[in-house]
Structure formats: structure tokens, C-alpha cells
């Protein structure tokens, strides 16, 4: 797998592939798994041959645990689908895990054994409030368990301040989220938000207390904005401005090539 991206190298362009829900959760529907893993497969090709740098494989279950863990149908089928898009793709490409909502522990399984090269963690330092209750970080937990499968080639970008984290009890700034997470291990953080002014003043946080740690959007990026978010940016996940017809559906190769051309005009 290619080396994460870091700052003053290559801005990384991360397409969503979002999943219908997978076997061993609630509302999975029997037979549609393979489905699943084609429509998988055919976004995640449309990111390679589009330009795009890698991808973020996301379960969409819509009822989660808020507890480490995973069904082990549900990570062996995770396990299939990122094993099937590291072999239709490049080295090159980077693939991502996330087991919604903070399974961390099966998130760096699937990553470690079916070639994935990044995890998106929900809460790797304090806890968040959640419609499914509170999400508690357990970091020594999770790089103990890391180290133990030797997946430190495995890179964790933690969310810091985003629509899947918030921090809760007394406010932290978000720069000081991004220090902690850092310190336990963390090797990029990830947040947004829909103002784009306030998404411009955290990055800038973050550049200013941490520089040199690798920020990448958490969404809320498209076309429009990418010019102005993604200089200050080193990466961005984009979902819902690549698929056709809103969230959830396949991705355009076209649309992946504009947002492209547009992060690569800022590179040069």
C-alpha cells in the first residue's frame, strides 16, 4: 500500500463507498450481500480510474453498538469486500476501514489481513454523545491490540471534531483534541463542518499547535468548495458530490475526475 499522505506531499482525494447493511447486523437483508460487495467493487474502481488516491469502505448499518465490537459475520464480510476492492485496484490506492460506529479493533483486523492500509476512528480519545448512546475511546485498548497484530503499518486517522464526534463534558479547543489523539497514536485527524469558515479556523488550529500532523476533511466537501477547503487541507473524504443520484449511490467517474483536476490544480 501507498504511504499515507502527509503534509507537503500529494493532497489525498478519499471517495465513500458507503455499504448497504452487512450479515450479523439487524438490518441486513438476506441475499443482498453480493450485491453489496459488486456495487463495492464498481465505485471503488471508478475512484482508481478516475484519479482519486484511495477510498473509505463505511458499514451503514443505521442501528449501531456504541461498544468496540463486531458481529464476525459482519467483519468477515467487511473483510471480503476490502480484500476484493485492494485486488481490482492499484498498490498505489489507499483503502480505508470503518466498522460504524468505533469498532476500532475490527476495523484494524480488516484492514491488517484483507491489505486495507487506513482506519477511520469515531472516537480514539474522550467520548461522544450519540442517538445511540455514548461512544467511550479506549485508546490503550485498541494500540495495545494494534501492536499485538502488528498492524502499525495500519495508519489511524482519528475524528476530532465532525459530524460523527463531538467532544462531550467541558469544551476542549479541537487542537487540543488533535494533540491527545496524536499522543496515543493517532497518525491523522479528520474533521469539518458545515460552515466553511469554521472548518477553515480548526484546520488552522490544528496547523498551528501540530504542525506537520496530516488534517483530512470529514466531509462537507464538493465541487464547489474543494478550491478553498482543500488548500488547507491534506486530504478529504467525499461522499455525496461523487455518487449518482445522493448518498449512498454508485460513484461517477466523471464527477470523481472534476474533483480530481480541481485538488490537483492547487497542487501545482
Known amino acids: 500500500m501507498a504511504e499515507f ?4 506531499k500529494r493532497k489525498a482525494v478519499l471517495g465513500m463507498i458507503h455499504l448497504k447493511p452487512l450479515p450479523g447486523t439487524l438490518l441486513y437483508e438476506e441475499g443482498s450481500f ?3 460487495l459488486d456495487l463495492a467493487v464498481q465505485s471503488a ?6 484519479g482519486a488516491d484511495g477510498c473509505l469502505v463505511q458499514t451503514v448499518d443505521r442501528i449501531y453498538s456504541v461498544k468496540d465490537e463486531s458481529d464476525p459475520a459482519r467483519t468477515a464480510a467487511m473483510s471480503l469486500i476490502v480484500q476484493a476492492i485492494v485486488q481490482t485496484t492499484g498498490d498505489e490506492f489507499q483503502v480505508g476501514v470503518q466498522l460504524m460506529r468505533n469498532a476500532l479493533k475490527a476495523s484494524l483486523a480488516v484492514a491488517k489481513v484483507a491489505g486495507g ?5 469515531g472516537a480514539v480519545v474522550g467520548m461522544t454523545l450519540t442517538a445511540h448512546g455514548m461512544v467511550e475511546a479506549t485508546p490503550l485498548e485498541v494500540m495495545e491490540y494494534r501492536k499485538r ?5 495500519v495508519k489511524v486517522i482519528a475524528e476530532v471534531d465532525s459530524m460523527q464526534f463531538k467532544w462531550f463534558g467541558e469544551a476542549k479547543p ?4 488533535a494533540r491527545s489523539a496524536k499522543y496515543v497514536g493517532a497518525d491523522a485527524v479528520s474533521l469539518g463542518n458545515p460552515d466553511e469558515n469554521t472548518t477553515l479556523e480548526m484546520i488552522a488550529s490544528v496547523r498551528t499547535s501540530m504542525p506537520g500532523l496530516p488534517v483530512i476533511l470529514a466531509g462537507y466537501t464538493n465541487h464547489e468548495n474543494a478550491p478553498r477547503l482543500m488548500a ?9 458530490c461523487l455518487e449518482r443520484g445522493g448518498w449512498g449511490g454508485q460513484i461517477d467517474i466523471e464527477r470523481v475526475k472534476t474533483y480530481v483536476d480541481i485538488v490537483r490544480g492547487l497542487e501545482g
Open 117 to 121: 492500509s487506513f482506519i477511520r476512528a
Open 232 to 240: 488547507a487541507a491534506d486530504g478529504a473524504f467525499v461522499g455525496t
Open 174 to 177: 479541537v487542537a487540543e483534541v
Open 45 to 50: 474502481r471508478a475512484l482508481y480510474d478516475g
Open 5 to 8: 499522505t502527509s503534509l507537503g
Open 34 to 36: 453480493s450485491r453489496t
Open 149 to 153: 497484530i502488528n498492524a502499525g503499518g
